[in-house]
């Protein structure tokens, strides 16, 4: 694996940045970091493996800055939890990947960084906020990213991309030191995942993240690993579906594929139960949207203070600035039209 990173994962990356524009920064201690992984003796799950990570994971000398222009020179005091627990299993993170100017958006672009392309389609967007890992591992230069997600941003650029990834519970994976421009989201919690081309990779990554040194770094996490027997049993379950919500719907090859899934698991002789999310409009508007802007944006606008707006949000922040009364009316009007 050392000879694989150094000679060819590098310069994969690099390849397909060129391509997509997908890389915010190289991270040139990984150099010494491989050194010494290769002089362990004992080697964790993930040892010699190159590791993208999303923008805003903290890594110590460089910028978490999300896109915005009052973060940047802010270079992290030391690595985020998650960082860390990488390199205790023998991963090396070697580049940092883009992310949408606030991260709230599925385009990924910003003033800093510029503009990330779908590898697989230079015309389509690698989706968001997690873009610059979809198109950095879609494109064939990274093997395994970490990305993050409240609302889709890993799963959208993993669909966008063609890869798998993996959003666990709130709370699972630490927060610690992974930069936001909006803190204290309580109510609609965000996300740490793995994102990768199988499966098999996110398993062994959750495998090797969920361990004793994650739960000593953050208290805050559950100290509860990863149960390798219940993942690799074969004993029946039974597991509710649905392939629609009624509310946001789906395209057609997302239902397919949940078809597709659903007779895979009966034929593995899994009971499948469908079922319709209740109240999902409520959960969406009432919940979801204002759990996320219970400021009304406030705290999201403070930090765009001064900057350049992307273009792709620009529509998104202007509604933002509107008077909390014309929101009101707007809404009153709006409403009956979209519900």
């Known amino acids: 694996m050392p000879q694989v990173y150094g000679s060819t994962d590098q310069s994969s990356a690099l390849e397909v940045h060129r391509q997509v524009n997908c890389l915010t920064g190289y991270l040139p201690e990984c150099e010494e970091q491989l050194q010494e992984v290769m002089k362990q003796k004992e080697k964790g799950l993930l040892y010699g493996v190159p590791v993208s990570i999303k923008e805003h994971y903290g890594y110590k000398g460089h910028d978490s800055n999300c896109g915005l222009a009052c973060y940047l020179d802010i270079p992290e005091s030391t690595d985020s939890v998650m960082v860390q627990v990488l390199k205790k299993q023998g991963a090396i993170p070697f580049v940092k990947t883009n992310i949408p100017q606030s991260m709230f958006s599925f385009e990924c672009s910003n003033p800093i960084y510029g503009q990330t392309l779908n590898p ?129 719907m789906p395209v057609p090859c ?7 899934t659903k007779t895979l698991l009966e034929k593995a002789g899994h009971m499948l139960i469908q079922f319709t999310p209740p109240r ?20 999201l606008l403070d930090a765009f203070e001064g900057d350049i707006v992307d273009s792709n949000l620009k529509s998104q922040i202007s509604v933002y600035k509107l008077s909390r009364w014309t929101k009101k009316i707007l809404s009153f009007i709006l409403r009956p039209l979209v519900s």
Do not use: W
């Not at 204002?290 to 705290?299: K, L, M, S």
């Open 120 to 248: 697989l389609n230079h015309e389509k967007t690698p989706g968001g906020s997690s873009g610059g890992e979809g198109a950095l591992i879609g494109g064939g230069g990274s093997i395994l990213g970490l990305g993050s997600d409240i609302g889709g941003s890993i799963r959208v650029p993993a669909s966008f991309c063609g890869l798998c990834g993996f959003k666990p519970t709130g709370a699972r994976l630490s927060f610690k030191g992974v930069a936001s421009p909006v803190y204290g989201l309580l109510a609609v919690p965000a996300s740490l995942g793995p994102m990768a081309r199988d499966v098999d990779s996110l398993t062994l990554c959750m495998r090797a993240l969920l361990c004793e040194d994650l739960f000593h770094l953050d208290h805050n996490v559950p100290p509860v690993p990863f149960n390798m027997e219940v993942y690799s049993s074969s004993a029946p379950l039974r597991i509710g579906y649905y392939d629609t919500d009624g509310y946001n």
């Open 254 to 260: 997302m239902r397919r594929a949940v078809q597709e």
């Open 280 to 299: 999902i409009d409520y959960m969406s508007t009432e919940i979801y949207m204002r759990g996320i802007f219970a400021d009304g944006g406030n705290t």
